[in-house]
């Protein structure tokens, strides 16, 4: 298993660290991350798998849009669902045939209608960063599970490195949440250009997860592994040399690509795989 050669690899940790994980689509990436989480080793995703690897990334975005927006019904799902509040579909269907959908109602429905009228007050007439600051702080976000689990100090780091982008474009363009929404749903398209552009730096000993499309010419990493998928067409194949070069090729990189291994590198048991 990739991850298991990665937990080992991984110990002791050393300043400066960098573990490059190449996934050849979506299913090998939810395997890799399901195995990395039962070995608790912390993991940011690159590029375009930021919402597979982190999804409340994309949980977030889409509520931030519905605040901005009543019309848009995915995004005012996601606002009232977990983790932002603990209202299940069974309780809001039950509301709505029951008539119980109250002004002065003090349950967690009532608090929620409360917290919503406050929100989307806020997204039209503050910064966007200011709403998004209000939506993290004054619903049940940051109790969410991924916020104390084993990777918490990675997905608190990018927490607050997305407020802070969120923040720093909405000043730069005077927006406010409701005229931020085209850069909402730019990101929600295309979540690479979300990663690219978010700031901070990780833990030492933190594995990244990334796409062949996303991985840098050139780039120097001290561990390197491959996860592909063991049944069906394969989309990457591979060549290691001795001086610690990998070259990579794949469907969405038909040139090949190199990177500068400096320690050790990784490759599944079945070794390089030219055209598999």
Request: aromatic share 6%; net charge negative.
């Amino acid at each position: 298993m990739v991850a298991a050669t990665l937990r080992a690899a991984s110990k002791p940790l050393v300043a400066g660290r960098r573990t490059l994980v190449v996934a050849d689509g979506l299913a090998s990436a939810h395997s890799l991350l399901t195995s990395i989480e039962g070995h608790e080793l912390p993991y940011r995703a690159r590029g375009r798998w930021l919402f597979v690897g982190h999804p409340w990334v994309r949980q977030f975005l889409l509520a931030l849009r519905g605040l901005a927006d009543e019309a848009d019904a995915l995004g005012n799902f996601c606002f009232l669902s977990r983790p932002f509040f603990n209202l299940g579909v069974v309780e809001r269907v039950r509301r709505v045939v029951s008539g119980e959908d109250r002004e002065n109602d003090g349950g967690v429905w009532g608090q929620a209608r409360g917290v919503t009228r406050h929100l989307r007050a806020r997204a039209h007439a503050a910064n966007a960063g200011a709403a998004a600051l209000a939506l993290a702080h004054q619903t049940g976000l940051l109790e969410a599970d991924c916020f104390h689990g084993a990777n918490r100090e990675v997905e608190r780091a990018l927490l607050w490195s997305l407020l802070g982008t969120i923040m720093h474009l909405g000043w730069a363009n005077s927006n406010d949440l409701t005229s931020f929404v085209p850069i909402v749903s730019g990101w929600l398209e295309k979540p690479e250009t979300l990663a690219g552009q978010l700031p901070g730096s990780d833990p030492d000993g933190v594995v990244e997860l990334s796409a062949i499309g996303d991985v840098t010419a050139n780039e120097v990493v001290d561990c390197f592994a491959l996860c592909i998928r063991e049944e069906g067409p394969r989309r990457l194949s591979w060549e290691v040399d001795s001086s610690g070069w990998v070259q990579l090729r794949g469907e969405e990189r038909p040139e090949p690509i190199t990177v500068r291994v400096s320690r050790v590198c990784i490759v599944p048991d079945w070794g390089a795989g030219g055209g598999r």
